[in-house]
Nanobody, 123 residues
Framework: QVQLVESGGGLVQPGGSLTLSCAASGVTFDRYGAAWFRQAPGKEREGVACISSPDGSTFYPERVKGRFTISIDIAKNTVYLQMNSLRPEDTAVYYC????????????????WGQGTQVTVSS
């Protein structure tokens, strides 16, 4: 059984930083890629980063490029999302997802999801 558990969300001021973690069981990130998505109230779920494994290729949409960094710690079987220069519009529930063969930021293509962690950017 695949389980993903996100942590690290919270309240941060504009311009601040947060690092989200996603610990996995039932899959190993040495073979499974991963992605981070977010969903704000009243909006559709949108992708913010994805990473392939084992080569480590990454992709970011323009709205977060240069501010967000996705990474994998294979030893800990954990995916991270480092978020810098946070803006109020980054406020959302953040989800991690994993799949054996998916690449890209279409949420319909990812099979396994965590429960989400709230990120609020506000002064």
């Amino acid at each position: 059984q695949v389980q993903l558990v996100e942590s690290g969300g919270g309240l941060v001021q504009p311009g601040g930083s947060l690092t989200l973690s996603c610990a996995a069981s039932g899959v190993t990130f040495d073979r499974y890629g991963a992605a981070w998505f977010r969903q704000a109230p009243g909006k559709e779920r949108e992708g913010v980063a994805c990473i392939s494994s084992p080569d480590g290729s990454t992709f970011y949409p323009e709205r977060v490029k240069g501010r967000f960094t996705i990474s994998i710690d294979i030893a800990k079987n954990t995916v991270y999302l480092q978020m810098n220069s946070l803006r109020p519009e980054d406020t959302a529930v953040y989800y991690c997802a994993t799949d054996a063969i998916t690449w890209g930021l279409d949420p319909d293509h990812w099979d396994y999801w965590g429960q989400g962690t709230q990120v609020t950017v506000s002064s």
